[in-house]
């Protein structure tokens, strides 16, 4: 796949992992971007690549280091953005891919940012609550040299949370000597927050998936969903869709798989997730599955919200949904998409489906800078109106090249981000 690309020493050269995912799709993209292309290079490699040591003492006198990551994809359409993982599994390879990935996110919805994205090599589920914030202020610090509310504005993603962010705000603007509140997004309200944020994501993914269902002349009450992942994007996007009146009927997270063909009781199920941290053990349930039985569920909409990765050659084929919905990032390898496509499976990709978060966030970011905070139906509107539009004109694009919702995302946001760089041109 990608050992046609140059691929930098600090990589595996085969091994390649979400990054080299990410690079098939870009030259999936190549052929449609016309005289821009002889810019692509500049999609193949990040801007900036920050790696550091985090040092802690441990509660019980020891001292452990962890590795972290802050990478800069791209910035030349505004200041970078992206999350920060905590996760056991985090490489440079992945940090990277997703990095990669909001940059073409923040294109394909339009707002004014680059890509960048962080992590932490670590399962934070080891860690007291002292020790992850020791853990949490001492990254920051070492990576305050290139983050900044013009610089690159993190975000909560994986195992990271308004408590998280509320951290790195304190310990940036601590650094700065000043309350500096646009440094971080999906910060709590009483800092800064914005309202909607820690549904935003969720949310986004319940709208484009209505677009999409419409297009399929598919009615979301009574449509069977299953999700995989049911944190703040999985547990929301569930929720939305329970109100709506479809059936989430199969739900897996790192705990276990659950099903319920009459479909599961998604606010008992919150609950159930809130106070035992997993769906393991929830009681409404027809029966548990085996962990590779969840693609082969009978279900109208699949909504993967875990990690990267989960769709691929192995089980694309068992899917029996006829919309995939991607909450998480980079779910789906190319050739699972190429499978699915053949299937007649609609996959409406990462890029769109889970741009609500960002997009919240940018509300927010605008709202610190202003200091004038906005009603949550207001911000829930302005969601709704860009992710319909941006889906709109993805659809769009998809039907007059013909080419998948993802490579048409890809047209639409690499076209914005080479343009910009053209016209900035290259510096000296
Ligand atoms: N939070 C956001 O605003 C946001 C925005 C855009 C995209 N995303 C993406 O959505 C995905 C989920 O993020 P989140 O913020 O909901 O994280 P989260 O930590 O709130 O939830 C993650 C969920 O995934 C489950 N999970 C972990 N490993 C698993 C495995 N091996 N198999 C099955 N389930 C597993 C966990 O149990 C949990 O339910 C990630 O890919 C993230 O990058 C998040």
């Known amino acids: ?40 290079e500049t999609l193949k490699r990040p801007k900036r690549i920050l790696v550091v040591d985090v040092p802690i003492e441990r509660d019980d006198g020891t001292i ?147 677009e999409a269902a419409k297009k399929r002349g598919m009615n979301i009450e009574g449509a069977k969903v299953a999700v995989q992942g049911f944190g703040n994007v999985g547990g929301i996007a569930g929720r939305l869709f329970a109100e709506a009146g479809a059936k989430v009927v199969a739900v897996q997270d790192h705990g276990g798989t659950i099903f319920h063909s009459n479909g599961l009781d998604v606010p008992k199920l919150l609950d159930h997730v809130a106070r035992h941290g997993s769906v393991a053990g929830f009681e409404g349930i027809e029966a548990t599955m085996a962990t590779e039985d969840f693609w082969k569920v009978d279900c109208d909409i699949m909504i993967p919200a875990a990690l990267e990765q989960q769709i691929t050659v192995r089980n694309a084929d068992q899917i029996r949904a006829k919309i995939i919905l991607e909450g998480a990032n980079g779910p789906t390898t190319p050739e699972a998409d190429d499978i699915l496509r053949d299937k007649g499976v609609l996959v409406v990709p990462d890029v769109i489906a889970n741009a609500g978060g960002v997009t919240v966030s940018y509300f927010e970011w605008v709202q610190d800078f202003s200091s004038y905070f906005w009603t949550e139906e207001e911000i829930n509107q302005r969601l709704t109106r860009i992710m319909t539009e941006a889906f709109s004109s993805v659809w769009q694009v998809s039907e007059e090249k013909n080419t998948s919702l993802r490579t048409a995302a890809f047209v639409i946001a690499c076209t914005r981000v080479l343009q910009a760089r053209e016209v900035r041109g290259l510096y000296p």
């Open 64 to 210: 452990a280091h962890f590795e972290g990551y802050r990478v800069q994809h791209n910035t030349s359409r505004g200041p970078g953005k992206g999350g920060v993982r905590f996760h056991q599994d985090v490489t440079l390879s992945e940090v990277m891919a997703l990095s990669a990935w909001m940059t073409i996110k923040n294109s394909a919805v339009n707002v004014p940012y680059g890509g960048a994205k962080g992590g932490i090599r670590v399962d934070p589920k080891t860690l007291s609550r002292g020790e992850l914030m020791r853990m949490t202020r001492r990254y920051t610090s070492e990576i305050g040299i290139i983050i900044g509310p013009d610089k690159d504005i993190p975000a909560p993603d994986v195992n990271t949370n308004e408590q998280t962010m509320a951290w790195m705000m304190d310990t940036y603007s601590m650094n700065e000597g000043r309350t500096s509140t646009g440094v971080v997004t999906g910060k709590p309200i009483s800092l800064g927050g914005s309202l909607g944020r820690r549904e935003a994501t969720g949310r986004g993914v319940f709208v484009v998936g209505c």
């Open 1 to 40: 796949m990608s050992s046609q690309h140059p691929i930098p020493s600090y990589l595996h050269p085969t091994e390649t992992g979400p990054w080299g995912v990410y690079l098939e799709q870009i030259d999936r993209v190549t052929p449609y971007l016309g005289s821009l292309s002889r810019w692509v």
